[in-house]
């Protein structure tokens, strides 16, 4: 059920290009996280790197007892195979067709017979929702449906960690709002560990358990998501609320002057909105590895802003959640919050 | 938490760079082209004969790979040895004509064509058609994130995709070298037993008075050695492309170049070799 992937210190720079530098996070195991950060600031960089695709310059990668950036290349290759990489555009292979694209893992690194692979990717299939387009080729299908067929043949191999590399690039609304749901949905299925890499608000306000965001080079914050809608953190609040005021501008940061001419024209970002509750997985599973809502506030003594977990029903999930995991019959996963503290990673 | 005067440092950083940067520009060129780039490209070739003696050999891909080399080179390659055979028959029948030796034409072709124009013809062919397509898949199976995808899936591309191309390369190479080879002497006889008046037994008759059979061999040696070398800059250079459909291009220009100035290199210090250690046949 998941692994947890910790981040210590870590540097990467292209030539004398810093690209991020001592980034420390620790993703918990069976959670969604979500690392966010404007465009350019090596989101997918960082993603690369904890698969090992890239090497990061200084810094450690530690999942279990293994440091990613320094295992021999015969063990990364067995690490690796705890990964499931959904790539921005798929990246299926473009000269095999939807079934063997997905069907591929299985081929290659178990012993399955053919009618056994049949009903995984069949299964796996079904659940993007791709039944029928199996003997496309990956010329003659949609960014939508490359990006499903990613998935599906990153779930085949039932991954420990998922790490997905901007879900909603190229997707229209409604089919983002389907993969997110999807997202949940596998998350409280096979409860792996899953990094999305996104700049869509919409998703980080209410997929992951935990946000980190990515900003100048450094990892500005990192930790429950309700810690960081509520933050007063200038950048996490100019992102996180999607406005022109604050430190990020255009190009990369705004100077002082800019700054005060904001502030004296009023753009401040005024109100926050209320904090949208967490996706549910559609068929009212609990999520193992999910915390209950409110815990990491009630440990650190945050108040959490007015409305922070009522839904649209106007339900408090705080006050819901323990109802709703008796109702669900999961005893498990209301033991996992461990008396509201909320698993490692926290704020850097 | 929160980290105050974020990007304050490196302002300060960015400001100071200034006045050498073209001059350090030129300098970082210069080492990548000397050091950098040859020692990943070493480093490749290691990482390949490596995963060459992986289990299980992909046979698959092998044998596409090579009738897909076969099917990109094999028409090129005859029309480009016919006229090659008949101008070298035209070239060095002129000559010996004028030396009174009408009688070794044949023979002179057959040393010309088999010792040094069929490895030649075969290294444009396989560095032009087999080395650019092969860099353009993989090239654009790296933008694609196909190769990426491929590592995250526990895949070796070296082992999956290179060293098959690399070994289909060289082993069409070898056929290709006999091709040419017969092609080669064919065109040449028939420029000069048809424009050079030249009699067919004399052609036929001192076809081995000089070539010996070790001329042969090393020119098969020479085109295996260029397969094996096309493959590898093919490889590098497409497992390093960068920069969208452009950097592809980029990458097969590089690798038609770079492919031709290593081949001939090679070609030379192989035949400086062969000259030093095969005596030549008397006569």
Known sequence: ?348 | MSTPGIGADQREGRKSGGGNAALRKISDGATNVAIKEPGRFFALVLDTFRAMFQWPFQWREFIQQAWFIVSVTVVPTMLVAIPFGGVLSLQVGGLIRQLGAQSYTGATAVVAIVREASPLVTSLLVAGAAGSAMCADIGSRKIREEIDAMEVLGINPLHRLVVPRMLACAFIALFLNGLVSVVGLIGGYVFNVVLQDGTPGAYLASFNAIAQLPDLLQAEFKAFVFGITAGLVAAYKGLNAKGGPKGVGDAVNQTVVITFMLLFVENFIISTLYFQFVPSKGM
């Open chain 1, 1 to 348: 059920m998941g692994v947890e992937i910790r981040v210590e210190g870590l540097t990467k720079s292209f030539g004398r290009q810093t690209i991020w530098q001592d980034v420390s996070l620790t993703l918990p195991a069976g959670e969604i996280s979500v690392l966010l950060g404007p465009s350019g600031t090596g989101k997918s960089v960082f993603l690369k790197s904890l698969v090992g695709l890239l090497k990061p310059d200084r810094g450690h990668i530690w999942i279990g007892d293994r440091d990613l950036p320094y295992l021999p290349e015969r063990d990364l290759y067995e690490t690796r195979k705890l990964f499931g990489v959904l790539f921005q555009d798929g990246a299926l292979f473009g000269s095999m067709n939807l079934y063997d694209n997905i069907a591929f893992p299985l081929r290659e690194h178990t012993k399955k017979g053919e009618s056994e692979v049949k009903r995984i990717v069949m299964e796996k299939m079904e659940l993007v929702g791709l039944l029928g387009a199996e003997h496309k080729l990956p010329g003659e299908i949609s960014g939508g449906m490359k990006k499903r067929a990613g998935l599906a043949r990153a779930l085949v191999l039932d991954p420990e960690i998922l790490l997905v590399d901007e879900p909603d690039s190229g997707l229209d609304p409604v089919r983002t709002a389907y993969l997110n749901q999807l997202i949940v949905d596998l998350n409280a299925e096979i409860g792996a560990t899953f990094l999305i890499v996104t700049h869509d608000i919409n998703t980080a306000r209410t997929v992951p358990d935990n946000i980190g965001l990515l900003f100048l080079r450094e990892l500005v914050m990192f930790g429950p998501r309700e810690m960081l809608l509520s933050s007063e953190e200038p950048v996490v609040r100019q992102f996180l609320n999607a406005r022109r005021a604050g430190p990020i501008g255009m190009s990369e940061e705004k100077d002082m002057s800019e700054l005060e001419a904001e502030a004296k024209m009023g753009m401040e970002v005024g109100k926050l909105p209320p904090i949208a509750p967490q996706l549910m997985p559609s068929d009212g599973r609990v999520r193992p590895g999910q915390a209950p809502p409110g815990a990491w506030c009630a440990a650190h003594g945050v108040t959490p802003p007015p409305g922070s977990f009522v839904d649209d029903l106007g339900r408090n999930w705080v006050e819901e959640w323990p109802r709703y995991v008796a109702s669900m019959g999961h005893s498990s996963a209301a033991g996992h919050g461990q008396g509201g503290q909320q698993p490692a990673g926290g704020a850097r």
